[in-house]
């Protein structure tokens, strides 16, 4: 069933005409949830439930206004480290996420797909990814993916390890090695580099982020917290993209680089 309102949404908005040059690939790391329920007196949950609701305005706002890539940083390797009780309730959010934005998913023609280190997660959790993921797959007007259990430094550890292990077994040549070639070994090799990273909540750090494929990717910081981030705060950060001229190290309009060359 889909719910009414996000119904209403989608029917109510277009790619609108300010939007020249979208980012192909858009990261978010959502940041600010604790601060937001402490100014409110509230505990830190009741945070990442606002927050939760700002991943639903956000997943609307980018899938009608043509961003074909959308990847959230949702739980980090390190997340772990928090409180059982905090833990507990964002699995529990994230259960509840896909089992009400499922069939809104199918019907959008939105696939998700989720990156991290799923063995520590609650198998019910892991359950439900897998099952989204499947139902999803025919999915071709935008690809969500949450980053969970997430580590940019583990993504490229086990990424080096497979290769070690081709290696030995003398599928590759470890000389003759490309970046394209490492990147197919990434978890997120499915995924372009993303083209813009926003991180809310006036925090200036990458923390552990997609670090292979944010070499050349535009940063916008927002002071705004991530349960107040709105559709407003999205327009101006792509309005801030849009004006960027992206050199990759080169002269304007050079493409991204690739193996062997380098860039500034
Ligand atoms: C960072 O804020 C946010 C998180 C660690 C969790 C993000 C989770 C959500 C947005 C909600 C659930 C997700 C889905 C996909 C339904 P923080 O807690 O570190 O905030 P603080 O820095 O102010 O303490």
New binding site residues.
């Given amino acids: 069933m889909i719910p009414q309102q996000n119904m209403q949404d989608l029917s109510s908005k277009k790619v609108p005409d300010w939007l020249v040059r979208p980012p192909t690939h858009l990261g978010i ?10 100014r409110r007196h509230l505990p ?1 949950v009741a ?3 606002q ?2 609701q ?3 305005r956000t997943v609307t706002a980018c899938r009608s206004w043509g961003i074909r890539y959308l990847t ?5 390797w390190e ?1 772990w480290k ?1 409180s059982r009780i ?1 833990v507990d309730a ?1 699995m529990h ?2 259960e ?2 896909l089992d009400r934005e499922e069939s809104l998913m199918i019907e959008q023609s939105i696939r998700f797909r989720a990156i991290g280190d799923r063995t520590r997660l609650p198998r019910s959790v892991s359950r439900r990814l897998e099952d989204v993921e499947r139902s999803t797959g025919d999915g071709r007007a935008m690809n969500l993916t ?1 980053a969970l259990s997430y580590s940019g430094r583990e993504e490229v550890l086990e990424a080096a390890r497979r290769m070690a292990f081709d290696a030995m077994a003398g599928k590759v040549d470890p000389a003759q090695m490309t970046q394209e070639d490492f990147g197919r070994y990434l978890a997120s090799a499915v995924l372009p580099p993303p083209d813009l990273l926003i991180r809310t ?1 006036g ?1 200036f750090r990458i923390s552990n982020f997609l670090l292979w494929q944010i070499a050349y990717t535009e940063l916008y910081f927002t002071a705004v ?3 107040d981030f709105g559709d407003e705060d999205l327009k101006q950060a792509l309005m801030d993209f849009q004006e960027r001229q992206r050199r990759f190290g080169a002269e304007s309009g050079s493409p991204e680089p690739t193996s062997r060359t380098t860039g500034a």
Wanted: glycine share 10%; proline share 3%.
């Fill in positions: 790391i959502m940041d600010g949830n604790g601060r937001w329920a402490q830190r945070g990442h439930r927050g939760a700002a991943v639903r959230l940083y949702a739980f980090s997340n928090r905090e964002l959010l994230l509840d996420y949450l909540s925090e917290l991530w349960p």
